[in-house]
């Protein structure tokens, strides 16, 4: 059986960011996350294409936490 990964399309909440290096927290709105990230990004992506607008964490450095829910 074929697993899908969900995308930011078939999320169904707002999508929250937290950076691990100073707790800076932002939620997003879906169709926010969506026009920035683009609709079929995948969880793991969303991490590396962000990073912490207080202290500069990087998501592709393990530093930013993404939520949302299916």
Not at 21 to 28: A, S
Not at 36 to 61: N, S, Y
Not at 64 to 70: C, L, S
Request: charged share 30%; proline share 4%; glycine share 10%.
């Amino acid at each position: 059986m074929a697993h899908l990964w969900p995308t930011l399309r078939r999320i169904k909440s707002d999508l929250t960011i937290t950076c691990r290096r100073c707790g800076n927290r932002q939620v997003w709105p879906r169709a926010l996350a969506i026009e920035i990230l683009g609709g079929e990004t995948l969880p793991h992506q969303i991490r590396g294409k962000i990073r912490c607008d207080l202290c500069g964490a990087r998501g592709r450095e393990g530093l930013i936490d993404t939520d949302a829910r299916m």
